[in-house]
């Protein structure tokens, strides 16, 4: 299920993070089973990654333009250093 309709015209560009997943990911995370997206703690994503991000836009794979994302809203950010990783903690649809 989209959530297009969630979106409100206080949302701004610097509120959403895009991610594109592998089709496999992608199914977890739109049925719920998947809660939490892992990043690796590289520059990259830690310039793109940060607190004031409250939701996540995610396209499976690479689709056409015009293609509606499944959104979903971020519960919290957690940078891991022992696994250098970040988590991207999501609410349940």
Partial sequence: MHLSSMWLESETLSDILVLHLKA??????????????????????LARITKEKRWVHFYKGYPPRGTP??????????INTALEQINILLEKP
Avoid: C, F, H, N
């Avoid at 994302?69 to 957690?78: E, F, H, M, N, S």
């Fill in 24 to 45: 496999e990911y992608y199914d977890q995370i739109a049925s719920g089973a998947k809660t939490v997206e892992y990043r690796d703690m590289t520059q990259y994503w």
């Fill in 69 to 78: 994302p499944l959104i979903r809203k971020i519960k919290g950010i957690v």
